[in-house]
């Protein structure tokens, strides 16, 4: 499996970005595709994830209303829609996929980082004035 993250950059607070991460090499459906952020000094954080199958989305509370995933079954492609930037939101942010399972052992939420196999490489989010 092969995870590709692309489209961050520099936008100012109440701007927006949009995060895609190109997927390949799965089998099948059943996975999960995860966002997660890190920022200087700070812990590795969940996002977003999405299960590829059937569509189920979670989100943390920092962001829920402010982002939206999605995934393109098409183009093999999960987006993360950000709107309604703030400046704590700037971190570099990785997509990860792991098996689906995970998303409903964990009760419908997204699977803590450890439980994903896979990660693509970061992409640098800032948010600044």
């Known amino acids: 499996v092969q995870l590709q993250a692309s489209g961050g950059g520099l936008a100012q607070p109440g701007g927006s970005l949009r995060l895609s991460c190109a997927a390949s090499?799965?089998?099948?459906?059943?996975?999960?595709i995860g966002w997660f952020r890190q920022a200087p000094r700070k812990e590795r954080e969940s996002v977003s994830c999405?299960?590829?199958?059937?569509?189920?989305?979670d989100y943390a509370d920092s962001v829920a209303g402010r982002f939206t995933i999605s995934v393109d079954n098409a183009k093999s492609t999960v987006s993360l829609q950000m709107s309604r930037l703030k400046p704590e939101d700037t971190a570099v942010y990785y997509c990860?996929?792991?098996?689906?399972?995970?998303?409903?052992?964990?009760?419908?939420?997204?699977?803590?980082?450890?439980?994903?196999?896979?990660w693509g490489q970061g992409t640098q989010v800032t948010v600044s004035s």
């Open positions: 990860a996929s792991g098996y689906a399972y995970f998303f409903e052992k964990y009760g419908g939420h997204c699977p803590p980082s450890h439980s994903f196999d896979d």
């Open positions: 090499g799965f089998t099948g459906d059943n996975y999960v």
């Open positions: 999405i299960v590829v199958r059937d569509g189920n989305v």
